[in-house]
């Protein structure tokens, strides 16, 4: 029996699970428009407010995943693998990834998104490169992943319509923390690339979604209970986001970062998260068995320049300037920097770099979205010069704004200077990765 909209909402806002067809009726009729967008935003708060089970959530994430096209590639002979982070501040581990793991021995059928409030896009990175293209279309796309093993696209307005609704009417409605719905709406883009297995990094921390441990940890277990259900083994590897990853924010700076990882000269902290994750894929894609194995083979291929190579073909393929990767004057710059300095007279230590504080500064500097029409430039951005547990002299600058406007120069220095703590001891160093949540105890 189909129930009218307000039958189904009320039933969510009384504490009830929801039966599967009340689930399928929703989503499709988000889709139909038999659901109006005030009756979808009750039902999305209740949601938040009252949970789902394991169960509901795993209809929604099926449901919302058959509202639109479900790419298939049975072309493709190598394990399809995809990593998905549920978003940081200077999180351009995609970029070096992708051409890595697929040097090893996997398929990398990555479509991506957009920056979402303060962390970044891998979209909008990608586009820093003159004429890079993230919207293939579908021949273009498997006749690169055959040649290439790797493509990083935009997901194409036929897939998993429902979330595009309801992700947007989430951003305006205070329901995007919802476990459920975060799990719903990553699950349901990933499982319809025509992937056989997922890594997701879950971040937790200042710069992420998730701000506690306890948090990101039930997201992680929820993302992989699910995955697992859906007969798609998914491991979640939690990671600290705190300060921003890497010393680049901003999308050509990004770009520059990853390049340089791609050439074995990338930072400690980055290079840590991106092995780790790479790893895992090599693991579950069936390359490697061990973590030794798979470490071994990800370092020859920086060593080889074949993950490079492999960067440099993906730019190419997709309608970029491959020469990017030698010579960065391609990418846009500024040409206009400011540096940051804070007034100790004596040395200190950075204690801490609040990740959040970066982005929202980058965002302002229009690095990333103010607004849903907002134009993202990618010349600017901020580097920063130095890392939590660094030595600062007095006069010696942390960070530096690379900008085009003034008043955004200005708003942006002006969240920075309370964005950066310095301490007279130097702070203990805990590692960015906190644990693994693996498909195997599912
Ligand atoms: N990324 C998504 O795609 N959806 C969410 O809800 C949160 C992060």
Redesign the pocket.
């Given at each position: 029996m189909k129930l009218m909209p307000q039958e189904i909402i009320s039933h969510k806002r009384d504490g009830l699970a929801l039966s599967q067809a009340e689930v399928e009726q929703f989503v499709s009729g988000v889709v139909s428009g038999d659901f109006k967008d005030y009756q979808s935003s009750a039902l999305l708060m209740a949601i938040l407010l009252n949970g789902m089970t394991p169960e509901e959530t795993g209809w929604l994430t099926e449901a919302m995943m058959r509202s639109g096209r479900i790419v298939e590639l049975p072309e493709i002979t190598r394990p399809k693998v995809d990593k998905h982070s549920?978003?940081g501040v200077g999180d351009k581990v995609s970029l070096i990834l992708a051409p890595l793991v697929a040097a090893c021995g996997l398929c990398v059928p990555m479509m991506s998104?957009r920056g979402?409030g303060h962390t970044g896009g891998t979209l909008d990175k990608l586009e820093a490169i003159p004429g890079f293209r993230t919207d293939l279309t579908d021949a273009e796309y498997r006749a690169q992943l055959a040649l290439l093993h790797q493509a990083m696209i935009g997901q194409s307005a036929d897939i998993v319509p429902a979330d595009r609704k309801l992700?947007a009417l989430r951003d305006v409605t205070g329901t995007?923390e919802s476990i459920p719905?975060?799990c719903s709406?990553?699950l349901s883009?990933k499982m319809a690339e025509g992937i056989d297995s997922l890594v997701l990094d879950v971040k937790c921390g200042l710069g992420a979604?998730m701000k506690t441990e306890s948090e990101a940890r039930q997201l992680a277990e929820s993302l992989v209970a699910i995955s697992a259900r859906m007969g798609k083994p998914t491991s979640a590897i939690l990671t600290r986001m705190d300060e921003p990853l890497g010393h680049m924010i901003g999308n050509s700076l990004e770009v520059i970062e990853s390049i340089d990882c791609l050439k074995g000269k990338g930072p400690s902290d980055l290079m840590e998260v991106t092995y780790a994750l790479s790893a895992e894929m090599l693991i579950l894609g069936g390359i490697e068995s061990t973590q030794e194995g798979a470490m071994t083979a990800l370092k020859g291929a920086i060593n080889s320049g074949a993950a490079l190579e492999g960067f440099r073909a993906l730019v190419e393929a997709q309608g970029g300037d491959g020469t990017v990767v030698d010579n960065y004057n391609y990418l846009p710059r500024t040409g206009k920097t400011k540096d940051i300095l804070l007034d100790n007279d004596s040395s200190m230590y950075v204690q801490g770099l609040d990740a959040r504080s970066f982005g929202d500064a980058a965002c302002i500097l229009g690095a990333g979205r103010v607004s849903t029409d907002s134009i993202i430039d990618p010349s600017v951005g901020i580097e920063l010069l130095k890392k939590v547990g660094q030595a600062v002299q007095p006069n010696e600058a942390i960070a530096r704004i690379h900008y085009q406007g003034v008043d955004a120069l200005e708003a942006a220095e002006a969240r920075l200077e309370k964005a950066i703590k310095l301490s007279s001891k130097k702070p203990v160093s805990s590692s960015l990765i906190i644990d693994q949540i693996s498909h195997e105890n599912y």
């Open positions: 549920t978003g998104g979402l992700y995007v719905l975060i709406s990553i883009k979604f």
